[in-house]
């Protein structure tokens, strides 16, 4: 058997960390087979901005373990703290970085604070628990109080540190936490979902706790229905979609109406998606012609877009140019797929000269595209190169939004709209499995590193083509679809 993933009868700083997101991930971190993870490139880009922060902030990480502080080392790595919580817990923690100070401690007059990486722009309460934690178990190894802790990110501008004060409420907050966590992973039986199901998107429980939502038909798995609608739904007494699909409308939207008119208004249609989805069929909700646009086209562009959203930075745009065949039909065989890379940010006026002579080689044909971003990266890129009024209607006029028209005329039974669960629903494949723009993102990174250190890795390349093509295609497909259904 595959050994769960902490250790029981200690609490860490993970297993604090993995309880402040999901208390479900605490316990399964703890209870559940590590083999039923899945691997994340959220996780692994993580990594990579801590490390690359650790090293801005130290100039250099190689001062490692106990022996480190005892020759007074200006930083400290590779430490494991060990002690016992108030209320006789065992606790551990691998604090990710100690920073020497002046102040006596049992080493001589100087002593440590600890330092942590602030993951996204603002300090969460899992980073200020987390360093009160380490701050606690250093005071019992240094016999020096720490008062205080530094919060370090390495920012698209520059390395930003800030100090966290260990106040007293922050100490309290840290000893009831550790209580409550303990007493909710010594519990024989998990804890349900959690009401926010956005944050499973990047956690490594993600696939056995789909597989609960959907044998269990929670309410999360309903396309609009959020943290608080899934909560208010459970006031009322509708606990899963087959409930909500039997619910009269009528009666919904009363019982939305001391909440808001925009529950109100969307009452119906919540009602429609759980009543597709539990009987897996779509529903037509528009009898309009849904992409008119593409009947007397000769050729169109797919279009999609990979980006680095910590650098603000779209480095690849990928078009897949696509015409009618001898038969009038449109024919994926001699599609060509043409990818125009943006090595570095700051580079646009020669990016918009590409991007515009390859959107206007053919005389206003059709560009399609899933989701806003697209559309909103290149007006924007137009709009700060000069092109006029003008210009920028053309464009608008010549964007189609697959996303937009697809939600416009169906409900289809699937738990959301995005590019990859409508595509796979229509039972198309990836080249390669289990690749997001995360991933795509984690191998441009290792691109560009590989070719700092003179050792090319071309492959990651091609990976990053392949998978934007496969958007492109996944695009097509259902737009396809779209088109067989009119
Ligand atoms: S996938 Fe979601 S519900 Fe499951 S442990 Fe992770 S955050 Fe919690």
């Not at 380490?134 to 802790?149: A, C, F, I, R, S």
Request: with cysteine; charged share 30%; hydrophobic share 35%.
């Amino acid at each position: 058997m595959i050994k769960p993933i902490l250790e029981k009868n200690v609490i860490t700083d993970r297993a604090l960390c993995s309880w402040v997101r999901c208390k479900r991930k605490a316990w399964l971190d703890l209870n559940e087979q590590s083999d039923k993870k899945i691997w994340s490139a959220h996780r692994a880009l993580q990594l990579e901005h801590q490390y690359k922060s650790l090293f801005a902030f130290s100039n250099k990480i190689s001062d490692r373990g106990l022996e480190a502080f005892k020759k007074g080392a200006q930083v400290v790595v590779g430490v494991r703290l060990k002690g016992i919580s108030p209320n006789g817990s065992s606790l551990e923690a691998h604090p990710q970085l100690l920073q020497k100070i002046k102040g006596q401690s049992c080493w001589g007059n100087f002593s440590y604070i600890p330092v942590l990486v602030r993951q996204g722009r603002r300090l969460k309460r899992e980073h200020r628990l987390s360093i009160a934690l380490w701050g606690y178990l250093l005071e019992q190894l240094q016999q020096k109080t720490v008062n205080h802790g530094l919060v370090i990110s390495l920012t698209k501008k520059k390395l930003e540190i800030e100090e966290m004060i260990l106040t007293k409420q922050v100490k309290n907050e840290l000893f009831d936490a550790l209580k409550r966590l303990n007493k909710d992973i010594s519990k024989n039986n998990q804890p349900g979902l959690t009401s926010d199901r956005k944050k499973c998107n990047l956690c490594c429980w993600k696939k056995v706790c789909d597989e609960k939502a959907n044998q269990e038909g929670d309410l999360s798995e309903v396309s609009g229905i959020g943290a608080k609608r899934r909560e208010f739904l459970h006031q009322i007494g509708i606990n899963n979609i087959t409930q909500l699909a039997l619910t009269n409308k009528d009666y919904l939207a009363r019982k939305f109406k001391p909440y808001s008119q925009q529950n109100v208004n969307i009452s119906d249609s919540l009602i429609r998606q759980a009543r597709v989805q539990k009987n897996l069929s779509a529903e037509r909700v528009s009898t309009k012609m849904v992409l008119p646009e593409l009947k007397s086209a000769k050729e169109i562009l797919l279009y999609d877009i990979e980006s680095d959203p910590d650098e603000n930075h779209d480095f690849l745009h990928g078009f897949l140019y696509l015409k009618r065949n001898k038969y009038e039909e449109w024919s994926l065989v001699a599609a060509e797929y043409q990818p125009i890379l943006n090595l570095k940010a700051g580079c646009e006026e020669i990016l918009w000269g590409k991007i515009k002579s390859k959107i206007n080689s053919s005389e206003n044909f059709p560009i399609l595209h899933y989701g806003e971003t697209e559309y909103l990266s290149i007006y924007n890129l137009a709009k700060n190169q000069g092109e006029n009024e003008n210009e920028l209607n053309i464009l608008k006029l010549r964007f189609i939004d697959i996303h937009a028209r697809l939600k416009e005329g169906w409900v289809l039974p699937v738990e959301n709209y995005t590019l990859k669960s409508i595509a796979k629903w229509l039972n198309f494949k990836w080249t390669k499995n289990s690749t997001n723009g995360a991933k795509a993102l984690l191998w441009w990174r290792q691109w560009g590193k590989s070719i700092s250190e003179g050792k090319e890795n071309s492959n990651k390349l091609k990976w990053i083509l392949e998978y934007n093509k496969d958007d492109c295609i996944a695009t097509w497909e259902i737009a396809k679809w779209i088109l067989s259904q009119n």
